[in-house]
């Protein structure tokens, strides 16, 4: 092991896994790998706050070890079930015998589910509780589906330090542990990435969440999440994460396509062109080329959609049909629809798109449909829908 702990705070450390060869987390495409934080708290009662996923089991011992005898630990924090960060919670708890596992209600019931907790001392805790673990003190902020009922924070009160969990985390894996190394716009990208692709579709939680924790008067000088780069710009993390939960927007179509024999895509090259033509900007995507996390973080700060499938059975072409499922799911909001297919004889896709768009409460422009192969009559309506699109977004605010 290349790589050893790294000292956060004082008396707080990074003992967690780089995970360089991942590249699929549940479906969310995850193209430079990811990170497993786990973290190290000495003082009176060592604390540690979360595991790794359980192949990075004894990456993360040797990390321990350099610093404590591991079977020393006092407290394991459970801040969130998903095995990524408890999966080897079985293991340290066969090293740290004594250890108390400190979460939320939920955490009890969902580690009791994948592992056998009965010989387990469980410590259960909900907002605003503190736990005096020598000269730090720790108080956690439940965080009800974000993304999981289990979820929360934990806050190191004389530190300003929030052990944030899944939130204000990144898939990456980076030997550039701090936001200010990777550099903060690129970490920003990151958090980006992961926020479209797994807590998109819980925007109005955060957006209260985020006004709760202001509100309790909590200081953040630092945010280390459970995946990705440590933040020592919390301010912009957080203010970005405002934006995000309020689908704030800029003037941006997002044109997602397949094509069969080149006609739908003759269309979403006409539409780009013309959406060019109305001086906003545009992104073209091919549902089977491209990353779908790259496509919905784009769909997340656009205006408009616009989707493109041939026909096929009377119904969506089935790697559109696919990609509408993922996008539904993350519930993305206040946009704008535009379906367009070419088809052979029955039609369909466009219904099918537009029942999605329909679903999302996007507004819906006509959709564009055409048979075989377009005309240069109908290449030039893709245009014209292009441009008609770029104006409606250029008067929406
Ligand atoms: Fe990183 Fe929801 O687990």
Redesign the pocket.
Known sequence: MTFKSLKVNENVYWVGALDWDERDFHNFEIVRGTSYNAYLIIDDKITLVDTVKYEFFHEMMERIKELIDPSKIDYIISN?V?I??SGSLPKIKEVAKNATIICTSKGKEGLCRYFDCKNWDFKVVKTGDELKIGRKTLMFVEMPML??PDSMVTYIKEDKLLLSS?AF?QHIASIERYDEELGVEEAIKWAKIYYAN?LMPFSELIKRKLSEIEKLGIQIEMIAP??GVIWKNPGKIVSAYKDWAEFKSENKLVVVYDTMWNSTKALAKAIVDGAKHGNIKVRLFHVRKDPWSEIVTEILDAKAVAIGAPTMHNTVFPPVAGFLAYMKSLKPKNKIGVAFSSYGWGGGAVREINKVFEELKFEIMEPLQVKYKPTEDELKKAFELGVEVAEKISKTY
């Open positions: 969130h998903e990524d960060h993304h999981w899944d985390g797994i459970a995946h």
